[in-house]
């Protein structure tokens, strides 16, 4: 089993940063490959950004340039520095855990708000 638990979600400007960090906890081996997703609403979960244990990473389209995701092994932790943010990115935001570096895995955290507004 494996526990994820989000933070850092808020209210940003358009233009504004935000980071995302995601805790997680249980087995090792459920956790070599981690990522976020996010949901607006009236939308699908869409993928954000997926990166391995050894720092592969993968993005969704909306995001690339703007949007990095970092992991601390030592920590067991995933964070997403998002810049430069748009409308468009207010969703709840998701962290996963499992799969591989191009599928979701089959945990997932709670969800943290981001919304962007003037």
């Known amino acids: 089993q494996v526990q994820l638990v989000e933070s850092g979600g808020g209210l940003v400007q358009p233009g504004g940063a935000l980071r995302l960090s995601c805790a997680a906890s249980?087995?090792?081996?459920?956790?070599?490959?981690m990522g976020w997703y996010r949901q607006a609403p009236g939308k699908e979960r869409e993928l954000v950004a997926r990166?391995?244990?050894?720092?592969?990473?993968h993005y969704g389209d909306s995001v690339k340039g703007r949007f990095t995701i970092s992991r601390d092994n030592a920590n067991n932790t995933v964070n997403l520095q998002m810049r430069s943010l748009t409308l468009e990115d207010t969703a709840v935001y998701y962290c996963?855990?499992?799969?591989?570096?191009?599928?979701?895995?089959?945990?997932w955290g709670q969800g943290t708000q981001v919304t962007v507004s003037s």
């Open positions: 249980g087995s090792s081996f459920s956790i070599n490959n």
């Open positions: 990166i391995t244990r050894g720092g592969y990473t």
């Open positions: 996963n855990a499992g799969g591989s570096l191009w599928d979701a895995g089959t945990y």
